[in-house]
Every structure is written in C-alpha cells, then in structure tokens.
C-alpha cells in the first residue's frame, strides 16, 4: 500500500469479488485497515465482507490506499505436520 512513503490506490470495480486490504481515513485524521472480499462496489460505496462474516460498508472517497491480497490459507487441522523418517 506504500510505494516509495506515498499511499496508493490499487482496487478497482473489476476487483469485485477478490479479498483487498483497503485503508480508510477516520474523522479524528486518522488511519484504519480493513481486509475482506469486495462483494459489491455500486454509487461510490464499496461493501466488503469480512472473514468473520461481518460486512463493512465503505466510502470510495475515504480510501487512501488499497491493494488486492492472497485469499486466506486454509486452516491446519490437527498439529504439527508428521516428519518423514
């Protein structure tokens, strides 16, 4: 989301769909980050779902950076994976 100290922009409504870590600026000046799947980005507000299922509605003119991210890994089950002998 920075390239050489400078926040960037990167989504874009081709992104829908695609899990993005988005940064909004907050009405006290400052920052928060917000990772989820674009679901819909429709009259300049973008809705993203989170990974706990919540859903984030968030304005296009309140995002200072933005990129696209991996999906998440799926989850180990069990422990340690078994060594080869």
């Known amino acids: 989301m920075h390239m050489r100290g400078r926040l960037v922009h ?3 409504r ?11 600026h907050l009405t006290d000046g400052g920052f928060t980050d917000i990772v989820g799947v674009v679901e819909s980005w429709e009259d300049g507000v ?14 296009e003119s309140s995002i200072a950076a ?3 991210v991996p999906p998440v890994p799926p989850r180990r089950r069990g422990g340690r994976p078994s060594q080869a002998p």
Do not use: M, P, Q
């Open 10 to 12: 990167r989504i874009t």
């Open 14 to 24: 081709e992104d829908v769909g695609k899990r993005v870590s988005v940064r909004i």
């Open 46 to 59: 973008l809705t993203l779902r989170r990974r706990d299922d919540s859903v984030v509605e968030v304005a």
């Open 66 to 68: 933005s990129r696209v």
